[in-house]
């Protein structure tokens, strides 16, 4: 067994962050759902389910239950952009959340 880093115990961390994290998951499922019931905008070939930043949350959840350590690294390793070369232009203000060449 692992020795222990976190100076709380198991109870403490459960009754100090599960309300809050049950919130989180509860975002991520109405998220879903919405995704689910929205429908495609006829102007965008590749959106909604086969967007790539959906891809790689969808990749990225059973990763949380997968019982491996690091699970943070992890899942931002996965949803980070590890390209080096610049690009010519940026087609948003604001990072994607995901590599956009990722093969999710």
Known sequence: MPTASCPLSTRDVVDLYFMEHRAKLLDIA???DRLDRAAPAPSHAAEGHDD???RALRRAI???LDGAPDRVRRILDLLSDHS???IAAAHTQ???GAD?????
Do not use: I, N
């Open 94 to 96: 604001s990072a994607l």
């Open 100 to 104: 956009p060449r990722g093969d999710y």
């Open 84 to 86: 080096r070369d610049p």
């Open 30 to 32: 109405a998220f879903l």
């Open 62 to 64: 059973p990763l949380l």
């Open 52 to 54: 790539v930043r959906v």
